[in-house]
């Protein structure tokens, strides 16, 4: 899914940061998120928090399917556009190469060969599958070419909702080389995950989200060695069975 980022800021400045300032978005009169931060534009950052508290939402604003009732969104020039991986990313009934494919019809995306789908394909392991139908691909596969999608789309920000939900382990590994890959080659990722064990392992920073609020912006290591609030607290230790 790909869609610009809006921006007022002037070309003359390029930020490395997506700013949120004084962000509310409302829901039949609920406020269902509520941010104030500024989100760097570099490697991996994690959002977590319980069920229901906005996180989802979160990515939605920052790929601009929804705007903000209050408040002012800065993504940055530099941010051209956006590739948004939802967690059940739907297929067409065509082959795996053909779902690529389809991407050439994108007027925000540049000229792509056929050569260019068979490298990103490769990239991700699928290329020995490009004449199998996309629908008959196991969930792993499916999300490996929802990441192929995300990356033929040349996007310099790539949202994830919960890339490994339900994945076998091998799946998992396979679909996190692939994120580390994609923040190597100079994408900023922003995914949300509800395993903690993973966040350690890829984020760089995390943002913690409670009753739609993001309360806290902290690096990785810190988060989980001295949580900063007491929410964050309570639910890394829910998360991980603490007493």
């Not at 104030?36 to 990515?59: D, E, Y």
């Not at 009934?93 to 789908?117: F, P, Q, R, T």
């Not at 929802?146 to 939900?165: F, G, H, M, Y």
């Amino acid at each position: 899914m790909d869609k610009p980022l809006s921006t007022s800021a002037s070309q003359g400045n390029t930020p490395k940061n997506i700013d949120l300032q004084h962000i509310e978005i409302f829901r039949s009169d609920r406020k269902i998120l509520s941010a104030n931060i500024s989100i760097p534009l570099n490697g991996i950052t994690a959002v977590i928090g319980p069920n229901g508290s906005g996180k989802t939402t979160l990515l939605k604003l920052l790929h601009g399917l929804i705007a903000p009732d209050t408040g002012v969104y800065l993504p940055g020039p530099d941010v051209l556009h956006s590739a948004l991986v939802l967690h059940h990313t739907p297929l067409i009934k065509a082959s795996v190469k053909a779902n690529l494919e389809i991407i050439k019809d994108a007027e925000s995306v540049g000229h792509i060969s056929n050569e260019d789908i068979d490298v990103t394909l490769a990239s991700v392991g699928l290329l020995h599958l490009a004449n199998q139908p996309g629908l008959k691909l196991s969930a792993g596969e499916r999300q490996r070419l929802s990441l192929a999608r995300a990356r033929l789309q040349n996007a310099k920000v790539i949202l994830l909702d919960e890339p490994t939900a339900n994945l076998d382990p091998g799946s998992t590994d396979q679909v996190e080389e692939i994120i580390k890959n994609l923040a190597t080659q100079g994408c900023s990722i922003i995914f949300t995950s509800h395993q903690l064990a993973q966040i350690e392992r890829l984020a760089d920073r995390v943002i913690f989200i409670s009753e739609g609020i993001c309360s806290d912006l902290i690096d990785t290591e810190t988060f989980f060695k001295n949580p900063p609030s007491i929410n964050a607290q309570k639910f890394i230790q829910h998360e991980l069975g603490w007493k």
